[in-house]
């Protein structure tokens, strides 16, 4: 059975909800990192020596290492601060929302009321997903996008004898505070975290009540965009059957152009967790389970 006129707009909600989520945590995130960083940054160019010209001159002083690495410290800590923290909180918040979303949708279109099975298998697999974020957020990836860049950029201010104008500008280019936000590698390294998480927590929910409740189909909905996967532009707006998932991932998987953006995983594992991995990475589709 198709989606039901109360349960599109259900599910309309439900993905309004989840970019919203994700929008709120990059900007909040991105922001309050960047602001916090550059406090950080202001207090260790006054510690550099300079030139009678204004350009930075430490060859004969190692001090600049010592304070190099309290830097690198300091950015560190920065992720474990409560302003940094506040918004993570907040994002989590939203995965109460995504669930009742979730259970109305399912009591609409499929009549379900009874969600025990659903909570008690769901539990761990929500805080694993959580676990995951904290990880990156604060002590995975953003390292590398945010932690290391700016390092080097210092590093080279130093070796090369670069002026502080010159270093904050080449600063910026990291940062990005007043240009192209979207291009802007740590505030897309996390949004790419904060969409794959909660969208991949709605997928569980929806691969959970399939297996629990017996549903063998999904309705496949979502965004789509200009650089829409081929999974993805293939199967928007259809019925899949579980029945016949392993065929169709068979085909897609088994092909390096089909298979753009998705897990490379097993066929069999794609089939198992459909619902948690949609399109891939990234995906803005849910497939929401029908009888």
Known sequence: MPLSSRSKTIADELLKALDTS???LTDTQFKQLISMSEKVLATYYDTL???????????????WVKGLLEVEQKLLKLLTTANYNKGITEYFSDFDTILQLNKELQTTQNGIVDYNKLEKALNPKQTFIKDKVLFELKQGGIKKVFVEPTKQVLLNAISLGWSIEETRKEM???????????????RSYMQQIARDAIYSYNGTINGTIAQEYGLEKYSYIG??????RPFCQKYHGTIIAKKDLN???????GSPTLSQGMYKVPVSDYEANFAAYRGGWNCRHIA???R
Do not use: F
């Open 22 to 24: 994700v929008d709120n």
């Open 49 to 63: 020596q300079r030139d009678k010209d204004g350009n930075i001159t430490e060859a004969e002083n190692t001090d």
């Open 172 to 186: 910026d280019r990291i940062y990005t505070p007043n240009g192209e936000l979207e291009r802007n590698a740590i």
């Open 223 to 228: 965004g789509t965009v200009s650089d829409t």
């Open 247 to 253: 065929e169709i991932l068979t085909v897609y998987l």
């Open 288 to 290: 929401i389970p029908l």
